[in-house]
């Protein structure tokens, strides 16, 4: 089941249920196919980019990330079973693929986060096999970079594919390469990278599980974020209210 929220069509799972689904695709199937987590900054980029809104409608899963998507969706009275947060579902995912003796890559980060995040990971989950690579910025129009990138992740083989490079950079990335890369699951995980390796703080369990992450990150970076937040989640607010109100926006 989906539950539409500003024209974006959300699968409503448990956090349980979408990381067996991604299992049972990466066993099973293998076909390739990606992920996104959306919060309320991603609804807001959609209403206006044909191109992002496409790389959602591609997508194998959309799962909220964002506790206001949840809030959202109860006030349009379709709620959605929980939040599906992606730093959790990235940690929850390379425990799964340690377990069932599969193969992770990380793409992405800040300078050695992937690293040091899958160093992290291994500590909790020693048999996690995980490929790290941090490329340099702007390597998607680097044509020799984005082959040795190709060659890295074919090598490796991996059976899923975490890309931490912020949105909408790394959902556009996923959609034009997942295809010719060939690996069963792709996601986007932000900064999931950063807060796993701890080179950056997450907010305390209490702020996340009230929606209070984004203003916590605020507080950490308010020179990077403050119009994404203050801007962003007015938007998203207004969007709510007029699909609230029967004036939703139809995307064909």
């Known amino acids: 089941m989906r539950v539409k929220i500003a024209g974006?069509?959300?699968?409503?799972?448990?956090?349980d249920d979408a990381v067996q689904t991604i299992l049972k695709h990466v066993v099973t199937d293998k076909k390739p196919q990606y992920v996104v987590t959306p919060n309320a900054q991603h609804v807001v980029l959609l209403q206006n980019d044909l191109v992002f809104r496409q790389v959602y409608k591609e997508a194998f899963l959309v799962v909220p990330d964002g506790v206001p998507l949840l809030w959202a969706a109860k006030l349009l009275n379709t709620p959605l079973q929980g939040r599906i947060n992606g730093t959790d579902l990235f940690e929850h995912l390379c425990a799964v693929t340690a377990t069932h003796q599969l193969k992770v890559f990380f793409l992405g980060g800040?300078?050695?986060?992937?690293?040091?995040a899958a160093a992290a990971l291994k500590l909790r989950y020693p048999d996690l096999d995980a490929t790290t690579y941090c490329p340099p910025y702007g390597f998607e129009s680097d044509f020799v970079e984005s082959q040795r990138i190709d060659e890295m992740i074919k090598a490796a083989a991996p059976d899923?594919?975490?890309?931490?490079?912020?949105?909408?950079?790394?959902e556009l990335w996923i959609s034009q390469n997942y295809q010719?890369?060939?690996?069963?699951?792709?996601?986007g995980v932000g900064g999931s990278f950063d807060l796993m390796s701890g080179m950056v703080q997450r907010a305390p369990k209490i702020m996340q599980k009230i929606g209070l992450e984004w203003f916590f990150r605020?507080?950490?970076e308010p020179r990077r974020?403050?119009?994404?937040?203050?801007?962003?989640?007015?938007?998203?607010?207004?969007l709510?209210?007029?699909?609230r109100l029967g004036f939703e926006k139809s995307f064909s």
């Open 8 to 15: 974006m069509e959300i699968d409503s799972y448990s956090f």
């Open 110 to 116: 800040r300078v050695g986060a992937a690293a040091k």
């Open 160 to 170: 899923i594919l975490f890309l931490g490079l912020g949105t909408p950079k790394q």
């Open 180 to 187: 010719r890369l060939n690996v069963p699951i792709s996601i």
């Open 218 to 220: 605020l507080l950490i």
């Open 225 to 238: 974020l403050w119009k994404r937040y203050i801007f962003g989640n007015t938007a998203f607010i207004y």
């Open 240 to 243: 709510i209210i007029k699909q």
